[in-house]
């Protein structure tokens, strides 16, 4: 385990201080030796293509250690969004457009269910009881990170 995943269970001040303490002095020494291969680099070279790059976006990497509200991967997101990258083969053969859109709603439903650890089944269960006599002005509080197992 590196320590970067270590970092994911800490508050974004915690993985600041971590961050600042441990990955920045790393990404200090990566940009003195880009900018020495660039010195060293045939300048039509496709390396010096990827150097060029990288140190044009220099400022827009850095703003990542400035903060530690964000993760330095897209690893959550990228298991997210595999059922999705699956299914979508699937939903060629839904029947018609409209089930397929009815398809991908349910599963952003239930994908949003369980990224706030809610029971899908008992979620569901609550909206299908009480959706006629919820108030339509107020449907976004039946959405599953509005919801609570404390409404049954």
Request: net charge positive; proline share 6%; glycine share 4%.
């Amino acid at each position: 385990m590196t320590f970067i995943s270590r970092w994911n269970g800490l508050s974004p001040p915690e993985r600041l201080v971590q961050r600042q303490k441990k990955s920045v002095p790393v990404l200090n020494k990566l940009l003195e030796y880009l900018r020495a291969l660039a010195t060293k680099t045939l300048p039509k070279a496709p390396l010096m293509e990827a150097v060029s790059y990288t140190l044009n976006q220099w400022r827009e990497i850095e703003r990542i250690f400035e903060s530690g509200l964000y993760h330095l991967d897209n690893n959550m997101i990228e298991r997210e969004m595999r059922p999705v990258a699956v299914g979508r083969k699937n939903y060629l053969f839904a029947g018609s457009h409209e089930a397929a859109s009815r398809a991908a709603i349910l599963y952003s439903l239930f994908g949003t269910a369980r990224l706030h650890k809610v029971n899908p089944a008992l979620w569901l269960e609550y909206v299908l009881r009480n959706m006629r006599s919820h108030p339509v002005n107020q449907a976004h509080l039946l959405l599953p990170h509005h919801w609570s197992s404390s409404k049954k």
